[in-house]
């Protein structure tokens, strides 16, 4: 069983939709890594945090370390948005080695 | 700042031969690593290193060797290619040398092994 679960596994969305992907893991963790693979192969860095809720723009993430549960927003969506956005974990016992969830594949149409 | 700088982007190789992964960073990262992704899965850590002459393995080491002469550079190689080994390959740097910060990734490399 993979110690990090995404859901849902593809999502299409219009245009301005309101966006929710869900990354839950089963290990005791110091940070979690919200990840943009984008349809060329580049992944960036969305956000890293191990508390509460960050926010940039459009997105938003939160995290509750109590449920090992974390959700990235979109907000307004645009098909610029179509990704795979990627959850991975710092687990508290290997804080060298991140694992990583399998991604959700994320199309909005216009 | 050019970020990470992954090399090659594309190769074929056939099964027995050699090669070398480049991957350079200019932001002075201490910690650096290398994953591979296969479909359907997430990302894996091969190696990773958290400083110059300092490497060590991560989840599937196996066929791959590492080195780490200088801050900048962290090279992949696999000695003898095999088609378990025909994946998208990522190089990806952080600054923070406690366990990984913020990652700057690569553009990746994409492996075929025939």
């Known amino acids: 069983k993979n110690e990090v679960e995404q859901s849902p596994q593809n999502l299409t969305a219009q245009e301005g939709e309101f966006i929710t992907i869900n990354c839950s893991y089963s290990?005791?963790?110091?940070?979690l890594h919200w990840l943009q693979q984008h349809p060329g192969g580049g992944i960036v860095s969305l956000f890293m945090?191990?508390?509460g809720k960050k926010k940039h723009g459009r997105l938003i993430a939160t995290i509750n370390i109590q449920e090992k549960h974390s959700s990235l927003h979109i907000t307004a969506s645009h098909p610029r948005d179509s990704a795979v956005y990627i959850c991975?974990?710092?687990?508290?016992?290997?804080?060298?080695?991140?694992?990583f969830g399998s991604g959700t594949q994320l199309t909005v149409l216009p | 700042n050019a970020g990470v700088t992954q090399t090659p982007k594309f190769q074929v190789l056939k099964t027995g031969q050699s090669m070398t992964l480049q991957c350079a960073q200019d932001?002075?990262?201490?910690?650096m690593s290398w994953y591979r992704q296969d479909p359907g899965m997430g990302l894996r850590l091969i190696h990773y290193?958290?400083?110059?002459?300092?490497?060590d393995q991560g989840e599937v080491p196996n066929g791959y060797n590492v080195s780490r002469s200088t801050t900048e550079d962290f090279p992949l190689r696999l000695l003898s290619a095999a088609p378990s080994q025909t994946s998208v390959y990522f190089c990806?740097?952080?600054?923070?040398?406690?366990?990984?910060?913020?990652?700057?990734f690569g553009e990746g490399s994409r492996l075929t092994v025939l």
């Open positions: 290990v005791g963790i110091s940070a």
């Open positions: 991975a974990v710092r687990p508290a016992g290997s804080a060298r080695q991140l694992t």
């Open positions: 945090l191990s508390s």
């Open positions: 932001m002075n990262h201490e910690y």
């Open positions: 990806a740097s952080s600054y923070r040398l406690r366990g990984p910060g913020e990652l700057f």
């Open positions: 290193s958290v400083g110059a002459g300092i490497t």
